[in-house]
């Protein structure tokens, strides 16, 4: 540590160091598809023909994905208005393509005729590889890869598209836990540039191979995680919103929060996002956690009350903001804001004037220690792949190069210090990352970590 210390801007960065930021991500996206643990020449499983279970928004993404590089698939619904509207929905993004002039007719044709609708899950049976996308619920998804067992062929490779269940759970109910491995995509899945490939305890090398292959010819950056709730991107993106949420029970307003975000240079701050993505998803899953979770730290339950409120976010008209008919442009509403003001009171919380930057460091450094947590444990293989992750599926501004790589150019000791006061502040969430105390104690960064295991 030098003597005088220089204060790190956290919102600007120097041309210098936004070139530096881009060769990073490019290295990271390279980066990514290297597994050193997977036996040489780990061959290639053949995926000739998929099925998609679940026609909703993400099975009618991932259908198209795999269409546009010439897959065919037949897309399996239980229900059939459901598989009517999801088909419906492919055509409706093709033809808007078209329209866009980003697609020809005769393309849009051809991929369109590689999409099979069908109400039978027995029709899996000649899929070389098949994706669930039904609704986030593990029992569900359990029935149906007991149903998959039985009717895939042998070989055939069974991938789920849970956001963060216990995939080991899903492979479990198999008789072939070998071949079972996470495919999350994002949403929506036929643009969005992330896969995150999540290997279960048992999958096997060529399971893994043959999908981290599959999401590059589908022109995406393929992540390999481990098992853990929320594998590697929605793992931090939990400590990003808790914080964010903490901070307006503490003191801020969302537009606030909104503003520190943008400013640091994503396109949209996080409550203007739940609004537009409805802040009832989730919503059954968070309620049924609440009897169940620990009661050593502090929970946030805001977004649960917006709903209870009917404050579900653009489409109600009215969530964190407040928005005129048929107009997506937030809103301040002092109505909401009241509310959170009242609700502050109630929990017995002084609110407290915040700074942009300790905003900021909140919102970012909960999620750089996960980070340190997630390479500990070996739910991420390298610093590089959180931060590809974090730049191609969640927003992150690219001139900072990613979470991690933010953290080193920060400075790892001022990081920590920080981490360390929030901790004395606010308790358990901030409990440092051993491995961010350790690499302080060296004098090392995450990109010599990352040297040194490459
Ligand atoms: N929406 C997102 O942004 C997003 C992003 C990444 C991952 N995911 C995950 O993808 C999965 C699907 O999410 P979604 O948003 O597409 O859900 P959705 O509600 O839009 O669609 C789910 C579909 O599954 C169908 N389905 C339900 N039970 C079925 C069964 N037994 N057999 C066949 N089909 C059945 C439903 O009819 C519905 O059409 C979830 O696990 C979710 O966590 C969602």
Redo the contacts with the bound molecule.
């Keep these: 540590m030098t003597a005088v210390e220089t204060p790190v801007d956290l919102f600007a960065v120097t041309g210098e160091e936004r070139e530096r930021a881009e060769a990073h991500a490019r290295f990271a996206a390279a980066e990514a598809a290297r597994i050193p643990d997977l036996p040489a020449g780990t061959p290639l499983r053949p995926v000739r023909s998929v099925a998609v ?9 991932i259908a198209m994905a795999l269409a546009n590089i010439g897959i065919p698939v037949t897309l ?4 059939a208005q ?2 009517e ?2 088909l419906a929905r492919v055509k409706d993004n093709y033809a808007g393509s078209v329209a866009r002039g980003k697609l020809s007719a005769q393309d849009m044709e051809r991929r369109l005729a590689l999409v099979h609708g069908s109400l039978r ?1 027995e029709d899996v049976a000649a899929a070389d590889l098949v994706i ?6 593990l029992a ?2 359990q ?2 890869f007991r149903r998959l067992d039985a009717l895939a062929r042998p070989g055939a490779i069974l991938a ?6 216990d995939i080991d759970e899903i492979a479990a109910v198999t008789n072939r836990p070998q071949d079972v491995v996470g495919a ?4 929506p ?1 036929h643009v969005m540039k992330l896969l995150e490939v999540v290997r279960a305890a048992r999958t096997a090398p060529d399971v893994i191979s043959t999908l981290m292959d599959l999401g590059r010819r589908m022109g995406k950056v393929a992540v390999l995680a481990r098992v853990y709730p929320g594998f590697i991107g929605n793992a931090l993106f939990r400590n990003y919103t808790r914080e964010a949420h903490f901070l307006v029970e503490d003191g801020a307003l969302p537009h606030e929060v909104d503003a520190v975000l943008r400013k640091f240079g994503y396109a949209m701050g996080i409550f203007a996002v739940h609004d537009m ?1 409805g802040n009832d ?1 989730g919503y059954q899953t968070r309620k049924a956690q609440m009897a169940t979770r620990p009661t050593d730290r502090r929970w946030n339950d805001l977004i649960l009350k917006l709903c209870d409120l009917g404050r579900l976010g653009q489409k109600s008209g009215k969530g964190w903001y407040r928005y005129e008919p048929g107009d997506r442009t937030p809103h301040r509403d002092p109505e909401l804001e009241d509310f959170i003001v009242a609700e502050s009171a109630r929990m017995g919380i002084v609110r407290q004037p915040m700074s942009e930057e300790e905003i900021l460091k909140r919102c970012l450094y909960g999620m750089i220690n996960e980070g340190a947590k997630l390479l500990e444990l070996g739910v991420a293989q390298r610093p590089s792949d959180i931060d590809i992750t974090y730049l191609t599926g969640y927003g992150f501004p690219a001139h900072h190069g990613g979470p991690m790589f933010l953290a080193d150019r920060v400075g790892l000791d001022r990081v920590l210090a920080d981490i360390r006061r929030l901790h004395a502040r606010y308790g358990d969430w901030w409990q440092p990352a051993p491995l961010l105390e350790r690499l302080v104690r060296e004098g090392r960064s995450f990109t010599d970590l990352q040297s040194a295991a490459a």
Excluded: P, W, Y
């Excluded at 399996?76 to 229900?79: A, F």
């Design positions: 279970i679940g026609a909703g928004t993400m099975g009618g993404g399996v619904d239980s229900d459901g598989l509207r999801g899950i669930e996308a039904v609704f986030e619920d569900l998804k029935q149906i789920t598209n849970t956001s963060g269940l999350h995509f994002f949403s899945a993505a998803v």
